[in-house]
């Protein structure tokens, strides 16, 4: 057994932080794996859309201020199709706007095509100072399947350009894809591995409703995706090379040599406060005592005209502590540091059940150590069936 001592802090957010996100809802071609606010659009009037994010970081400011901000991310969407003028231009704005860290984060998504890297200077000039790229395959035949754009020439290239230019840089893959082998993700794990400096993020393929291949497999047109155990396997794998590499997993998809770690995604999953800015863009904001959820309009026409006329562009609803306490958990178990059981009592006003995380441990799926619970490696792979029993 344990015991939760009393929680004793400063408002709760600042444990975890306080980020800003700026959602890009533009890219050349949509993936039919992707569910994110994303559209395909030949013409965008980028002095529009300036006018209209520097209208939004002076509302959102104006509500949050005195506060020290500690990561921006550019998010999409494509973020790198925007041209480094506007990035610049809302860079300085945020500065003007907010205190900043001593260490602010200032991260851009980017993909590897030609149009992209050709920015990549005029980004780090206008003070992005971490990459994140979307290669997502070493293999040109399943870059083609996900709908990329680029091939693995065009994604090395960039990865080595970044690594050249920006100080910090990661990139994705996705894994689990179809007709794909333990053995060849191994292999391409390594390739991946080589290329790497610091930070990878390793994603399993997920089918999502509402998206092209989410469609394909309802009508049983998807075949060659792994069973679950095939996928057990590669993740175990990837595990333990990433491991043997210094790399750590410091959250269930995210892995990280030490000091490399995402401070913009750590907000999120420290329960921290984050503004969202851009169409469909979602935030967490601590104000008078109350949190609050903020979720901005999604279509990227009636965004834009409503902040011109308008002015307030997203719905707010109160996060009651019991909801409070279950973000907590669901973002938190993710973390290799998993969730502070004190703090999850501060936040909801009761404890987790004692005997759920004692049948837990006995198990071999939890562990507590120092009044944190986190889940074994044996526990995220099943982790939304450990995070659903502690949650009933």
């Given at each position: 057994m344990f015991h939760v001592k009393p929680f004793i802090t400063v408002e709760d957010w600042q444990v975890g932080g306080f980020g800003l996100y700026i959602h890009w809802p533009f890219c050349q071609s949509k993936c039919p794996y992707c569910d994110f606010n994303s559209h395909v659009s030949a013409n965008v009037d980028q002095k529009r859309w300036e006018a209209a994010y520097l209208s939004e970081i002076q509302r959102l400011g104006a509500e949050t201020s005195g506060r020290v901000l500690q990561t921006v991310f550019f998010g999409g969407g494509t973020p790198s199709l925007m041209a480094p003028e506007l990035v610049h231009a809302l860079i300085s704005k945020i500065k003007a706007t907010w205190s900043t860290a001593n260490d602010l984060e200032i991260t851009m998504e980017a993909n590897p095509g030609s149009v992209e890297r050709a920015r990549f200077h005029g980004y780090r000039d206008a003070g992005v100072n971490?990459?994140?790229?979307?290669?997502?395959?070493?293999?040109?035949?399943?870059?083609?399947?996900?709908?990329?754009?680029?091939?693995?020439?065009?994604?090395?290239?960039?990865?080595?350009?970044?690594?050249?230019?920006?100080?910090?840089?990661?990139?994705?893959?996705?894994?689990?894809?179809?007709?794909?082998?333990?053995?060849?993700?191994?292999?391409?794990?390594a390739e991946g591995m080589a290329?790497?400096?610091?930070?990878?993020?390793?994603?399993?393929?997920?089918?999502?409703?509402?998206?092209?291949?989410?469609?394909?497999?309802?009508?049983?047109?998807?075949?060659?995706?792994?069973?679950?155990?095939?996928?057990?396997?590669?993740?175990?794998?990837?595990?333990?090379?990433?491991?043997?590499?210094?790399?750590?997993?410091?959250?269930?998809?995210?892995?990280a040599q030490a000091g490399q770690e995402s401070k913009h995604n750590c907000i999120y999953w420290n329960a921290g406060d984050y503004a969202g800015i851009g169409p469909g863009a979602h935030g967490r904001l601590t104000l008078?005592?109350?949190?609050?959820?903020?979720?901005?309009?999604?279509?990227?026409?009636?965004?834009?005209?409503?902040?011109?006329?308008?002015?307030?562009?997203?719905?707010?609803?109160?996060?009651?502590?019991?909801?409070?306490?279950?973000?907590?958990?669901?973002?938190?178990?993710?973390?290799?540091?998993?969730?502070?059981?004190?703090?999850?009592?501060?936040?909801?006003?009761?404890?987790?059940?004692?005997?759920?995380?004692?049948?837990?441990?006995?198990?071999?799926m939890v562990k507590v150590k120092e009044s944190r619970l986190i889940a074994t490696l044996q526990g995220r792979l099943v982790l939304n069936a450990v995070i659903e029993n502690l949650m009933d």
């Amino acid at each position: 057994m344990f015991h939760v001592k009393p929680f004793i802090t400063v408002e709760d957010w600042q444990v975890g932080g306080f980020g800003l996100y700026i959602h890009w809802p533009f890219c050349q071609s949509k993936c039919p794996y992707c569910d994110f606010n994303s559209h395909v659009s030949a013409n965008v009037d980028q002095k529009r859309w300036e006018a209209a994010y520097l209208s939004e970081i002076q509302r959102l400011g104006a509500e949050t201020s005195g506060r020290v901000l500690q990561t921006v991310f550019f998010g999409g969407g494509t973020p790198s199709l925007m041209a480094p003028e506007l990035v610049h231009a809302l860079i300085s704005k945020i500065k003007a706007t907010w205190s900043t860290a001593n260490d602010l984060e200032i991260t851009m998504e980017a993909n590897p095509g030609s149009v992209e890297r050709a920015r990549f200077h005029g980004y780090r000039d206008a003070g992005v100072n971490r990459v994140s790229i979307g290669v997502q395959a070493l293999n040109d035949a399943d870059l083609k399947a996900l709908g990329r754009l680029h091939d693995v020439k065009d994604a090395k290239l960039a990865v080595s350009m970044a690594q050249s230019i920006f100080d910090r840089v990661s990139f994705d893959l996705i894994y689990a894809r179809q007709n794909q082998t333990l053995t060849e993700w191994k292999a391409e794990l390594a390739e991946g591995m080589a290329m790497a400096s610091g930070h990878l993020s390793l994603y399993q393929l997920t089918i999502e409703d509402g998206t092209a291949f989410g469609d394909r497999f309802k009508r049983g047109l998807l075949r060659g995706l792994p069973n679950e155990d095939l996928g057990a396997d590669m993740y175990d794998m990837t595990q333990e090379m990433t491991g043997a590499a210094g790399y750590g997993s410091y959250e269930i998809s995210n892995y990280a040599q030490a000091g490399q770690e995402s401070k913009h995604n750590c907000i999120y999953w420290n329960a921290g406060d984050y503004a969202g800015i851009g169409p469909g863009a979602h935030g967490r904001l601590t104000l008078s005592d109350t949190r609050l959820s903020t979720e901005a309009i999604s279509n990227p026409v009636n965004w834009l005209r409503t902040v011109e006329t308008q002015g307030v562009v997203e719905k707010r609803e109160r996060i009651d502590p019991t909801e409070q306490g279950v973000e907590y958990l669901l973002m938190g178990m993710r973390r290799n540091t998993g969730i502070d059981l004190d703090r999850f009592l501060h936040i909801s006003g009761k404890p987790i059940s004692a005997t759920k995380i004692d049948a837990l441990c006995k198990l071999g799926m939890v562990k507590v150590k120092e009044s944190r619970l986190i889940a074994t490696l044996q526990g995220r792979l099943v982790l939304n069936a450990v995070i659903e029993n502690l949650m009933d």
